[in-house]
């Protein structure tokens, strides 16, 4: 069973710029399967930041990009601020559905 | 707006049925795809299915031959009809419409569903 990995946490200074990544624990991912990246603070309903590879959801600051990085996909955020500390979410599409990461909790310090 | 709100959730108890819905508001749900995202206290995202707008549906394995999506039309309203629940299901269901290729957008705000005796 494939298994969609991602960074269990990474920290960034406010300000600066961060890559996170959504691998697969066999193969590479491509647009093919059409990643997407999901925000969510506890308590809270995830909210979509990036869908398709590199298409950002309505109100979505361009300070929040989606790409695929060599055989990852990734979301990139450029002048992180303190209210970007989450935990993040990446889902792949596969045969017909979809499969989560495990989420990357990132902390702005 | 575009808007889901989900309900149903509540305590069952092991081997239960428990029936939930999401009612749209803002858009068509017959013609959108629209997915059901569970999440366990404590524990990441888990997709949990996915019905299209022809009618074509599919499962995680962990929820295959237990849990049925589906969709009334008339209602504009997402169904989740979950039998044979396990504690291992309890976690807080969201709905959300699928937008693009395979994204999630919006998201409900979550029903929770406890399974225990």
């Known amino acids: 069973q494939t298994v969609v990995t991602q960074e269990p946490s990474f920290s960034v200074s406010p300000g600066g710029t961060v890559t996170l990544t959504c691998g697969l624990s066999?193969?590479?991912?491509?647009?093919?399967?059409?990643p997407s990246w999901y925000q969510q603070t506890p308590g809270q309903a995830p909210r979509t930041l990036i869908y398709?590879?590199?298409t950002r959801s309505s109100g979505v600051p361009d300070r929040f990009s989606g790409s695929i990085l060599g055989n990852r996909a990734a979301l990139t955020i450029t002048g992180a601020q303190a209210d970007d500390e989450s935990t993040y979410y990446c889902?792949?599409?596969?045969?017909?559905?979809?499969?989560f990461g495990g989420g990357t909790k990132l902390t702005v310090l | 707006e575009v808007q889901l709100v989900e309900s149903g959730g509540g305590l069952i108890q092991p081997g239960g049925s428990l029936r939930l819905s999401c009612a749209a508001s803002?858009?068509?749900?017959?013609?959108?795809?629209m997915s059901w995202v569970r999440q366990a206290p404590g524990k990441g995202l888990e997709w949990v299915s996915v019905?299209?707008?022809?009618?074509?549906?599919y499962y995680a394995d962990s929820v295959k031959g237990r849990f049925t999506i589906s969709r009334d039309n008339s209602k504009n309203t997402l169904y989740l009809q979950m039998n044979s629940l396990r504690a291992e299901d309890t976690a807080v269901y969201y709905c959300?419409?699928?937008?693009?290729?395979?994204?999630?957008?919006?998201w409900g705000q979550g029903t929770l569903v406890t399974v225990s005796s």
């Open positions: 889902v792949l599409y596969m045969g017909g559905g979809g499969v």
């Open positions: 803002g858009f068509t749900v017959s013609s959108s795809y």
């Open positions: 398709s590879t590199n």
């Open positions: 066999s193969g590479s991912v491509s647009t093919s399967y059409y």
């Open positions: 019905i299209y707008s022809g009618g074509s549906t």
């Open positions: 959300a419409r699928g937008v693009g290729a395979f994204g999630l957008d919006p």
